[in-house]
Structure formats: C-alpha cells, structure tokens
C-alpha cells in the first residue's frame, strides 16, 4: 500500500489545503490521472497520481490544510488490499446514485479550473463529454461546448444616427 502524500507545487509552497477530491475510495487511478484539487497560497491545482492502484482511503478531509509531504490519501496494487478486504465493486455507498451517472461521478471528470470556465461560458456541464483521460472533460471541451451552442445572445449595438453632424454646423469647430 502506497502513500500518497501533499506535493510540493512550487519552490515556496510549505502547505496546501485539500478543496476537493477528484476520485472516491475504491477508484482505480493510473500515474497520471487528477485525484485531487489543492488551494495553494497563490491559486487552486489539481494533483495527479504517482501511482497505478485503487484508492483505498482519504487520509484528510476536504478544508484541511496539511504541510507538504503529509500523507493525505492511501492507494493500493489490487483491489484486495482495500480495508474491507472486498473489491470496490462489490460495496456499495450511501451516496452512490441507484442507476446512471452520479453527480459526484460528474463532478470528478471536472476539474475546477475547468468547472469555472463552463461558468463563466454559461456551458452546461451536465451536457459535456470528456475526451480527457479517463474521460476527464477539457478545456476544449467547455471551449467547443460554448461554440457550438445557439444560444448565445448577439451583444446589442446602439441604433445607427440618422444623419451625423459635422463639427463645422454644430458650432464647435476650430475658429
């Protein structure tokens, strides 16, 4: 079992704190894939795996902040490893939506600077489709989502004047 621990994300970071989990206990991830969202002191980043296992466990709760190096989550080689000694398929959870894709799901495709991008595009994200790792939304995703839609609303423009009057007749020209 592996420890995944706070990284460092830059020369002067001393802590971080955990904003979101990108992936649930009983995840597979693979080296590479988001797992979780840390607000440093100068801006919010996703962390990646640097490690291929399940999630079996958070080490932190979500508004912790912990020094860098700190265990924050565990991931395991096989799913038998997992505290339960069950595979994640074979538990279920209190917040697992019964049938189709579960918010949660949704929201850990999409990362947060991604998350904000759709907002401010006024993109739908439960419209999206990932064709990011894993099925991870992009911003090219957001940006082709916002394009393609046809609601967007033409910025008006003032009516053209009838006639424009020169500076010589409306009596403030040079002289």
């Known amino acids: 079992m592996a420890e995944f621990r706070m990284p460092s994300l830059g020369a002067d970071m001393e802590h971080g704190k955990v904003v979101e989990w990108l992936v649930r ?5 693979r080296k590479g894939d988001l797992i979780a969202a840390v607000d440093t ?9 640097f490690e291929e296992g ?3 466990e958070f080490l932190v709760e979500i508004g912790d902040t912990v020094d ?6 565990r991931i395991t080689a096989t799913p038998a490893q997992l505290p339960s000694g069950r595979p994640a398929s074979d538990r279920t959870s209190a917040d697992e939506a019964p049938s189709g894709r579960a918010p949660a799901d949704r929201d850990a495709k999409l990362p947060p600077p991604v998350r904000h991008l759709a907002h401010s595009l006024g993109v739908d994200v439960g419209s999206l489709h990932g064709s990011g790792r894993n099925g991870a939304v992009t911003r090219a995703d957001v940006e082709r ?5 046809p609601t967007r609303m033409p910025v008006p423009s003032a009516p053209a004047p009838d006639r424009v ?10 002289g």
């Open 54 to 56: 399940v999630v079996a």
């Open 145 to 149: 989502a916002a394009a393609a839609s």
């Open 165 to 174: 009057p020169d500076a010589a007749s409306s009596g403030r020209g040079p």
């Open 68 to 73: 860098v190096g700190t265990p924050i989550a």
């Open 25 to 29: 206990p009983g995840d597979y991830v």
């Open 41 to 49: 002191d100068k801006t919010v980043m996703d962390i990646e795996s």
